[in-house]
């Protein structure tokens, strides 16, 4: 692409930036024409306006990425308003809060913890998992363990006023049913590259609200949650989780921005294969986002409503994704 093409596309990039919490209209921007200027940090949801500002901020003061992507979504594990990340999270059908969260950096670095109970930050014991043992994955009693070895406070285990209120609610029907964008919304995944291109990416859930005790979503999995390569891109999901682990949705756009797609393209395909691999899809909500080391930026859901927060040093922004239905 020529300097001169590559200047207009940052332009007009720069134009929609330049109204901080305003939703830019994704669908106007062609595929392959989304650059944006480096560090950039992505974020799923709303609550990825806050989240992108406290990685930036992390950036800002040390410089690592990997603090960036951790800092940035502790912030919502502690957003009392989210009942889909963290321990104010609705619990599943037994009245219990678990947590599920991944970590990684693009040189394959990367720990996870599912099933968790009673941590503030799982976010951060799946770092800890990463940089202090031989593994990649603890789960349930055996992550709460670690995180006692490790001087975690080990909070008091009780629903959050808004999230025991919604509890009571469901046990008097006591249905399962994900409901596109109400139930399957919050998850926050984030991606983000810093000035020298190096990657990092993070993800953390309360999970399907009402699961079954023990059920496990694509959030700590390596590869359907979340997946970051130094030497191509990386991508995270949100949605119903069977519906991602069943594709490897996130490890399938990395696999395919290596083989030549743009993030766009990318996340695309990994929605047809989605599509392709779960019936019953009209009550099914899953998205994807993604970066290349270019810059270049992706996002496509199953259905309408997905969005994310576009982060960088200058500019934070909501953007709207396309979607397949
Ligand atoms: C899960 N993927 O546990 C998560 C839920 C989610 O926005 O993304 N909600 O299946």
């Known amino acids: 692409m020529s300097e001169r093409r590559k200047f207009i596309k940052k332009s007009l990039l720069g134009s929609a930036l330049l109204v901080p919490g305003v939703s830019t209209a994704f669908a106007g921007i062609q595929k392959n024409q989304l650059i944006a ?50 321990l104010q999270g609705l619990p599943d059908r037994e009245g219990i809060t678990t947590l599920d969260a991944s970590i990684m950096t693009g040189d394959g670095s990367c720990g996870s913890v599912a099933f968790v109970r009673q941590v503030k930050h799982p976010i951060s014991l799946a770092r800890a998992v990463m940089e202090k043992t031989p593994h990649v994955m603890l789960a349930g009693e055996g992550a709460r363990q670690f995180a006692i070895a490790e001087g975690f406070p080990i909070e008091k285990e009780e629903l959050s006023p808004k999230a025991k209120e919604a509890y009571e609610k469901w046990k008097i029907t006591s249905k399962y049913k994900p409901v596109i964008n109400i139930e399957n919304h919050d998850t926050i995944g984030m991606i983000g590259m810093d000035k020298d291109g190096n990657l990092a990416g993070s993800c953390t859930t309360s999970g399907l609200a009402y699961k079954m005790h023990g059920r496990v979503g694509d959030s700590p999995i390596i590869g359907a949650g979340l997946y ?61 986002l993604a970066m290349n080391k270019e810059g270049q930026i992706g996002a496509y859901a199953v259905h309408p409503g997905f969005n994310f927060a576009q982060g960088t040093l200058g500019s934070n922004v909501m953007v709207d994704s396309k979607s397949h239905f």
């Open 37 to 86: 200027e480096k560090p950039l940090i992505l974020s799923t949801w709303n609550h990825g306006l806050p989240a992108n500002a406290a990685a930036i901020a992390k950036l800002k003061e040390t410089g690592s990425i990997l603090d960036a992507v951790e800092t940035g979504v502790k912030d919502t594990e502690l957003d009392l308003s989210n009942l889909s990340v963290g």
């Open 228 to 288: 970051v390569d130094n030497e191509v891109g990386a991508a995270t999901a949100t949605g119903l989780g069977e519906s991602i682990i069943r594709v490897c949705g996130s490890f399938l756009i990395v696999e395919l921005m290596r083989q030549g797609r743009s993030p766009q393209e990318a996340c695309e395909e990994a929605v047809k294969r989605l599509i392709s691999k779960n019936k019953n899809i009209k009550d099914i909500q899953a998205g994807f």
